[in-house]
C-alpha cells in the first residue's frame, strides 16, 4: 500500500514542456494501468510526427525515429530495442505512448533535451555548435564502441514450438522462448549493450529472415529454444542445457534437435527459394566465415548457462540450424531446458536453493537452522539422476545430521565422480560422517583433497572439520592451526569459538576457564559462532558453579571429561570429588573414572583403591568381579545424580552417550554429560 502511494506520489499529472515552439502542458493519463501521454499532443511543442501502420507506430523526433508494436513494452530506435514501462496502446483513436519513453529515453537518445524529474519538466537544450562526430571505433582496438545482440525467441505465431509434455497448460515452446529472450533482453541493455528482437510478441518469423536482423552494426545472434525428448524409456528423465553452432550434426542426438527446431519451416508461406533448404544449408556451411567464433561462443555460453543450471551440463554441440546458417556473425542456437523432463527440474532446483541458504545460515553461525535447509536439500535431490543431485542428496543428509542415510549416496558416488568439484564435495561429506562416526582414519583420508582444493570455500570447509578432529584427538595446537586457516567470511566465529574450545581441553583447573567464559560470552555477542559460543557457555557455567554436594562435583567432572573434552581438569575434578569426602559412596566410583583421563597416575589411583575402598562394589567391579552391590550402589548414585539434574544442570534434549576417543576401563562409570555440540 505504502508502495502504491510513494508511486502515486512519483507520477505528476501533467508535464511541461519548453522548447523554442513554446511551452505546453501535457496532461499524464493513467488508465491503461501506467503513465502514459496521448502522442498527438506531442506533436506541436517537440515538433514530432506519428505515423501508423496496423500495430506498427513510427514516432519521427528531429533526426530519431522510434519505431513501437501497440501492445508491446519495447521500441526500436537505431536497431537496438530498448524496454518500457508499460505499452503503447491506442484509445479513442489516439496514439498512446509510455511516459517512461518520453522521460527517459527521449533525453537519452535525442539529446537536445533534458528532463527534470522534479519540476516534471522537459527542456530543449540551446542549439549547440556543430561539434566533429563522435569517434564510432574504439582507436586503439578497431572494436566498435557500442556493441549490439540480436535474440532471437524461437518459433511464434502459428508455430507453438515443441509442445512439450510437462508445460504447464497453455505454455508451449514459443512462450517461454520470448519470456527468456525478454529477460535477456533487458539483462543485456541493463549492461550497456545494444539489443534487437527477432520478435517482441507472439508472431511468427520465417527461419530465414531471423539472421538478418543481423548484418552490419550486429555482433552476436543468439537463438532461444527449449528441448525435448522423443516417447521413450528415458523421455522425462533427461534434462539439462546444450549450446549449438552450425555445422554439420555429428550425432543422432545434434541432427534431431535440427531436424525439430528446422521443422518450423512448415509453417511459412513463403520458401526460402534457394533450391530447398538442404541446398541452402550446405551454401552456408561453406560462406560460415565465424564457425571459429561461433563454437568458442558457444563455449562460453554453455559454460556460464551449466553452472547454474539445476539439470546436466550437456555440452558444446553442432548441428545445421536454418537459422543459423544465414548469420553473417558469430551464431548460436542455445535448448536452454528439455519440456519433457519430469519433476527432477524443479527438485533439483529447489534442492540447490536450499543448499544455497543453508551455507549462508552456516556461515552466519546459525547452525540448527542451516541443518533444517540442508535436510530439505537432501529430501527434493533424492529426484534427481545426476552425478550432481547424489553428491547434493549425500551433503543434504551429512550436513543435517543424518550421517547412516548419507552412506548409501555416498557409496554410490564413490569411484563413480569425475568432476573434481563434485568429488570434492563428496569427499568433504564423508569426512563430516566419518568423524561423526569417530573413524579418524578414514576423515583424515577424505580430507586429504579437499584440504588441496583449488576452491577457497571447499578448503575452509576442509580446514574446520580437520580442526574438529584435531580436537577429538585433543590435538588442540593442531585445531588452532585448523581453525586459523578455516576464515571465510562467518567462520571466523566458529574458528575463534574452536580456539577457546581447544584451550578448555587444556585447562588444569577451574580458574583457567574463566578467562574463557569470559571471552566466549564476547563472542557470543558477535555475528556469527553464536550457537556454538552460547552452548559452551552454559556449559561453563554449569561447571564454575560451587558445587556443594559429592554428587554435584562428580557431575561437574564428567561435564568436563565428556563436554569440555578437558582431560587435566576432569581428572582433578575426580580426585578432588574423591578426596573431599572420602566416606562417599563416589569417591571409590571417582577414582575409577579419574583413571580414564588421567593414564599416566593409573599406579597410584589403583593403589589409592585397593588400600581405602578394597570393599566397595565399585573396586570389586573393577577388578572384574560384577557384583549386586555394585547394581545397587550404581542405582543409588543415579538416583542423586538424577535428582542432581532434576534440580538445575539440564541435560539438553537429545542429548546422547558419547563414545570417548580414549576407552575408560570398565565398568563405566555413572552417567555422561551431553556432548558439545557438533555440526
Ligand atoms: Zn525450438
Redesign the pocket.
Known amino acids: 500500500m505504502m508502495f502504491l502511494v510513494l508511486l502515486a506520489a512519483l507520477i505528476p499529472q501533467q508535464v511541461l514542456i519548453a522548447t523554442s515552439r513554446g511551452q505546453a502542458s501535457i496532461p499524464v493519463t493513467n488508465e491503461a494501468g501506467t503513465a502514459a501521454v496521448a502522442a498527438v499532443l506531442l506533436a506541436q511543442p517537440l515538433g514530432l510526427t506519428v505515423s501508423l501502420d496496423g500495430s506498427a507506430a513510427r514516432v519521427t523526433l528531429g533526426t530519431r525515429v522510434f519505431d513501437f508494436d501497440v501492445g508491446a513494452p519495447f521500441f526500436r530506435c537505431d536497431s537496438a530495442a530498448f524496454p518500457l514501462v508499460g505499452a503503447p496502446y491506442i484509445a479513442r483513436d489516439t496514439l498512446f505512448l509510455p511516459l517512461h519513453w518520453l522521460t527517459d529515453y527521449v533525453p537519452r537518445l535525442a539529446r537536445r533535451y533534458r528532463w527534470d524529474p522534479v519540476l516534471a519538466r522537459l527542456d530543449e537544450r540551446p542549439a549547440l555548435a556543430p561539434t566533429t562526430a563522435a569517434p564510432t571505433a574504439n582507436p586503439i582496438t578497431g572494436l566498435r564502441l557500442a556493441h549490439t545482440i540480436v535474440v532471437d525467441p524461437?518459433?511464434g505465431g502459428i508455430d507453438p514450438?515443441?509442445p512439450g509434455l510437462t508445460l504447464p497448460r497453455g505454455i508451449t515452446?514459443?512462450d517461454i522462448?520470448l519470456g527468456i529472450g525478454k529477460l535477456l533482453s533487458a539483462e543485456l541493455v541493463r549492461r550497456g549493450l545494444n539489443v534487437v528482437l527477432t520478435r517482441a510478441t507472439d508472431t511468427l518469423i520465417d527461419l530465414a529472415s531471423r539472421p538478418l536482423f543481423c548484418r552490419a552494426d550486429c555482433d552476436l545472434f543468439v537463438s532461444i529454444?527449449?528441448?525435448s525428448m522423443p516417447a521413450g524409456r528415458r523421455q522425462t528423465q533427461v534434462n539439462g542445457v546444450e549450446t549449438y553452432f552450425v555445422s554439420d550434426a555429428k550425432t543422432e542426438d545434434q541432427k534431431r534437435v535440427a531436424q525439430?527446431?528446422n521443422d518450423?519451416l512448415r509453417f511459412e508461406t513463403s520458401s526460402t527459394g534457394t533450391g530447398g533448404p538442404l541446398g541452402f544449408i550446405l551454401n552456408d556451411l561453406q560462406l560460415n566465415e565465424y564457425l571459429r567464433e561461433s563454437a568458442r561462443l558457444a563455449e562460453l555460453v554453455q559454460g556460464k548457462v551449466a553452472a547454474i543450471h539445476p539439470g546436466e551440463d550437456r555440452g558444446v554441440q553442432q548441428g545445421p540450424f536454418l537459422v543459423l546458417a544465414a548469420a553473417r556473425r558469430p551464431s548460436i542456437l542455445v535448448?536452454t531446458g528439455f519440456a519433457t523432463n519430469r519433476g527432477s527440474y524443479n527438485a533439483m532446483w529447489n534442492a540447490e536453493q536450499h543448499a544455497r541458504d543453508a551455507r549462508r545460515l552456516e556461515q552466519l553461525g546459525q547452525t540448527a537452522e542451516a541443518r533444517a535447509q540442508w535436510a530439505q536439500a537432501a529430501a527434493k535431490a533424492r529426484a534427481g539422476r545426476t552425478a550432481k543431485a547424489l553428491v547434493l542428496q549425500a551433503e543434504g543428509l551429512a550436513y543435517s545430521g543424518s550421517c547412516q542415510d548419507a552412506a548409501t549416496p555416498l557409496a554410490r558416488a564413490q569411484g563413480s565422480l569425475t568432476e573434481v568439484a563434485l568429488r570434492e564435495r563428496m569427499d568433504l561429506a564423508d569426512a563430516v560422517c566419518a568423524l561423526a562416526a569417530g573413524d579418524l582414519a578414514r576423515a583424515d583420508a577424505a580430507l586429504a583433497m579437499p584440504l588441496a582444493s583449488r576452491n577457497a570455500e571447499r578448503r575452509s570447509r576442509a580446514e574446520f572439520v580437520a580442526g574438529q578432529a584435531a580436537l577429538v584427538r585433543w590435538d588442540y595446537d593442531a585445531a588452532i592451526v585448523h581453525f586459523n586457516r578455516s576464515r571465510v567470511p562467518g567462520a571466523a566465529g566458529r574458528a575463534l569459538v574452536g580456539q577457546q574450545r581447544a584451550l578448555i581441553t587444556r585447562a588444569a583447573q577451574l580458574a583457567d576457564l574463566k578467562p574463557i567464559a569470559a571471552e566466549l560470552s564476547r563472542l557470543r555477542s558477535g555475528a556469527s559462532g553464536t550457537e556454538d559460543a552460547s552452548h559452551l557457555v552454559d556449559l561453563l557455567t554449569q561447571v564454575l558453579a560451587v558445587a556443594e554436594t559429592p554428587g554435584a562435583r562428580f557431575r561437574v567432572a564428567e561435564l568436563a571429561r565428556d563436554s569440555l573434552q578437558a582431560p587435566a581438569l576432569a581428572g582433578r575434578l575426580f580426585l578432588e570429588t574423591a578426596t573431599g569426602d572420602t566416606a562417599s559412596l563416589f569417591a571409590p566410583k571417582a577414582l575409577i573414572a579419574a583413571l580414564s583421563v588421567l593414564p599416566d597416575r593409573r599406579d597410584s589411583i589403583v593403589a589409592l583403591l585397593d588400600a581405602r575402598y578394597a570393599a566397595s562394589p565399585y573396586t570389586r567391579a573393577f577388578h572384574g568381579d560384577p557384583s549386586v552391590a555394585y547394581v545397587a550402589a550404581e542405582d543409588s548414585l543415579a538416583r542423586e545424580m538424577g535428582m542432581h539434574v532434576a534440580r538445575g544442570a539440564a541435560v539438553p534434549a537429545g542429548a546422547r552417550l558419547q563414545v570417548l576417543p580414549r576407552e575408560p576401563p570398565p565398568p563405566t562409570p555413572g552417567r555422561r554429560g551431553p556432548p558439545v555440540d557438533r555440526p
Open positions: 524461437g518459433h514450438g515443441n515452446e514459443k522462448t529454444h527449449v528441448n525439430m527446431e518450423a535448448e
